[in-house]
């Protein structure tokens, strides 16, 4: 017989598996069409885990069929929403070569003392290979650079266009600007090629539209910011669909760095996948890789939508984000194989 304190416990916990049940299936099945379940995507992490842990708490007293479940439910938050990762990576295969991608905020970088001397530090620390910033409108020509920024680059090649800056240690030419603009506005990408170990290979970066409009809309006016959350995100979708489509047609092996502001399981990168490109700490990464939301009033990360990307013939030994210190962004650090010919 069921008593009476484990059949309310039982009759509270179900809508709780159900809630996790919905909240992953919407998560998994999620397309362009279902526009309003990105907004899901953006909120932070302990909202999701609150039911699982509710869940579990409830069942703990309930039989160990609940209890299973409701481990199940943690589990299916942990790693099908909150999108864990547990990668080994590629075996060696090639070249090695180090990517970073890092959204500088140079804006902001430049209204503190130590801002840009909080970017160098970041940008020294990787000592990557290659490095793509967005939004780094330092200066306009690379000679116009702050001096610890320079400092930090060191003998590396740079590319200034708009807010990019590209900066390698090996021969890099080439630079040139492609279109992801969308009605009204227009916009940017940078694809330089790059020479390392006897490799060519291009390295392009971009910087998608932000979704904090459409978001601060539904935030202020409920329904009645959808209408803009609709827009913004369609928007981005444009964008996604116009550099897939660029990239795809790739003569070389492509690495795409950027801040995509969109999570791996969007749709806005599922575009990109279908161009052929795997994103990095998805093969290879461990944790969550969060890169966004500690500047936030959350103060943690909850938020993995800046990426390096990679086409197939290059490999993937690790992929980790760096610290929160010197950006409201975490750098994207990504330990590469180029295969040599």
């Known amino acids: 017989m069921i008593r009476p304190a484990a059949r309310t416990a039982r009759l509270l916990a179900a809508p709780c598996l159900l809630a996790v049940l919905l909240l992953w299936a919407a998560f998994a099945f999620g397309t362009e069409s279902t526009w309003w379940i990105e907004l899901l995507r953006y909120l932070p992490y302990p909202i999701f885990l ?53 959204n500088a905020k140079a804006y902001q970088a430049g209204n503190t003392a130590d801002g840009f001397g909080r970017i160098a530090w970041e940008i020294a620390l990787h000592d990557a290979d290659v490095i793509a910033l967005q939004d780094a409108n330092f200066a306009d020509t690379p000679e116009g650079l702050p ?6 680059l060191g003998d590396r090649q740079v590319h200034v266009s708009g807010q990019y800056l590209v900066a390698s240690r090996h021969p890099m030419r080439d630079c040139r600007a492609g279109d992801i ?5 227009g916009h940017h990408y940078v694809v330089c090629t790059i020479t390392a170990h006897g490799v060519e290979f291009d390295l392009a970066t971009a910087h998608l539209l ?9 935030r202020r006016e409920r329904l009645g910011g ?27 092996p ?15 990168i599922a575009r990109l996948r279908e161009a052929g490109l795997r994103d990095s700490f998805a093969a290879a990464g461990l944790g969550w890789g969060y890169s966004y939301g500690h500047a936030l009033r959350t103060r943690f990360s909850f938020l993995r939508i800046d990426h390096v990307m990679v086409s197939a013939p290059i490999g993937v030994k690790d992929s980790f984000v ?3 210190e010197a950006s409201a962004h975490r750098p994207v650090i990504a330990d590469l194989w180029l295969a040599r010919r």
């Open 147 to 152: 001096a610890p920024i320079k400092t930090a």
């Open 254 to 268: 492509l690495v795409l760095a950027g801040d995509l502001n969109a999570p791996d399981a969007s749709p806005v």
């Open 322 to 324: 760096g610290s929160a």
């Open 181 to 185: 603009s969308f009605p009204g506005e």
């Open 50 to 102: 609150a039911p699982a842990l509710l869940a579990l708490l409830l069942s703990w007293r309930s039989g160990w069929r609940w209890r299973v479940a409701s481990l199940a439910a943690l589990a299916l938050v942990l790693v099908g929403v909150m999108d864990l990762q547990l990668n080994r990576g590629d075996a060696a295969g090639g070249a090695p070569l180090r990517v970073m991608s890092f």
């Open 226 to 252: 959808l209408g803009e959350w609709r827009e913004n995100f369609e928007m981005r979708m444009i964008q996604s669909r116009r550099l897939a489509q660029d990239l795809a047609a790739a003569a070389r």
């Open 210 to 218: 932000s979704p904090r409009e459409g978001l601060n809309a539904t």
